[in-house]
């Protein structure tokens, strides 16, 4: 969480006329895993071409 302030203060810093506000995450999505193996064998793929 610390570093997420730390971004959300630079960001402000740079961008002033911007608001930027920290939220709760968005909690584990029940494809999330399947989401990610979908794009590490992507990954995998594309690194034996």
């Known amino acids: 969480q610390n570093d997420l302030e730390e971004f959300r203060n630079e960001f402000s810093?740079?961008?002033p006329e911007?608001?930027?506000q920290l939220c709760e995450?968005?909690?584990l999505h029940p494809l999330?895993?399947?989401i990610v193996l979908?794009?590490?064998q992507g990954a995998?793929?594309?690194?034996?071409k």
């Open 32 to 34: 999330m895993l399947e």
């Open 18 to 20: 911007t608001r930027f």
């Open 13 to 15: 810093q740079a961008y």
């Open 44 to 48: 995998a793929d594309q690194s034996t």
């Open 25 to 27: 995450h968005l909690g």
């Open 38 to 40: 979908d794009r590490l």
